[in-house]
């Protein structure tokens, strides 16, 4: 949990959200630059959705807004240069990064994973939970990808998800990306520098 | 409809949508800042959101959200340096005054007439489909209340604006304010800047 006055932000993602992708492609330089630090928030979607008596994304479920959310990406993505392409499979189940991001917590390599995660799914189109493509991620940053697959698929990790998709529902999280600093919640990649902005103004 | 080539923005906006009072409140100044001109499409957002099979608007049925929203519309309004309360009601009937605005299309007054309906709903928390409401704030801008208020009931204009919102759920708006520039279209508040953008990039 974030207590107030220190200089840190939550951040609540979901691999299979295209709108967390703009977020943990910029969050870590942003955060930087404000001497801010990012707690990452690794917890699933779908259960969350699915509490609100949804069967799948909005995007999905709502055509008109799906159509325009693949625009909106589109220019989205040129804006902060970001590579972009349609996935092919929307949206993607993203349990095994997930789990990753919670058996690696508070390592240094934690930020890139979660950009190469992304970039596997929304820019080179590939099945983001296959133990292949996660593990060549892992190796790719020089980490024991056997090992760390491993406690990824152990009860305590698997627990650990469960109870971080928990606490987003008592938090009153409602979508991905989500922004909680000192209490305050903030919503969707465009309130990120928002979020930034009153994190970096409690003291150090 | 807009043109391609054409320095136009078209702003579909109902007087009952919350983040419709931040676009009111602001667009004028930043179209006229960039040579483009506003292109006024008042529509009722109810039957849109009928069409999706909902009986209210989402910030209503979805008791998270609904909560989020109104914290982030007091950060917005003090970014925006603008004034507000939350309405005791909420989403608030605004037929008339969309009904005004059609009558008066093409009118100088028709934008600081806008104005003055969001801020009636969103700061003083009034009744903005009262006839003595609407009627005086025509007044105030020196126009003739009772000719424009008859002019509001009569057939013809009840007709345009159920075809502005056929003409809307045409073109596939599912939510206000929408912005379209040239056959594109922008979702929300947060996208009016590149909307402005695109709009100014066309010939003049």
């Not at 917890?43 to 479920?61: D, E, K, R, Y």
């Not at 993607?92 to 994973?113: K, N």
């Not at 000192?182 to 520098?193: A, C, H, P, V």
Request: net charge positive; hydrophobic share 50%; charged share 20%.
């Amino acid at each position: 949990m974030s207590t107030r006055g220190a200089r840190e932000i939550e951040f609540w993602l979901d691999f299979g959200s295209n709108y967390s992708y703009l977020s943990v492609m910029r969050i870590e330089a942003l955060a930087a630059a404000r001497a801010v630090r990012v707690v990452w928030q690794p917890f699933l979607l779908g259960p969350i959705f699915a509490s609100f008596g949804w069967s799948n994304s909005p995007f999905v479920l709502q055509k008109e807004k799906g159509e325009y959310v693949w625009q909106d990406m589109v220019r989205q993505c040129r804006k902060y240069g970001l590579p972009w392409r349609q996935p092919t499979q929307f949206p993607r189940l993203g349990v095994l990064p997930l789990r990753v991001m919670l058996a690696g917590a508070g390592a240094p390599w934690i930020a890139e994973f979660a950009r190469r995660v992304m970039l596997l799914n929304f820019h080179l189109d590939g099945d983001i939970n296959a133990p292949a493509e996660i593990g060549a991620i892992l190796t790719a940053l020089g980490q024991p990808a056997a090992a760390l697959l491993a406690q990824a698929a152990s009860d305590p990790v698997k627990q650990a998800l469960r109870a971080q998709t928990e606490a987003a529902r008592v938090r009153k999280v409602f979508g991905a990306p989500t922004f909680l600093v000192g209490g305050e919640m903030f919503w969707g990649n465009d309130r990120l520098e928002d979020a930034l902005e009153l994190a970096a103004a409690a003291s150090p």
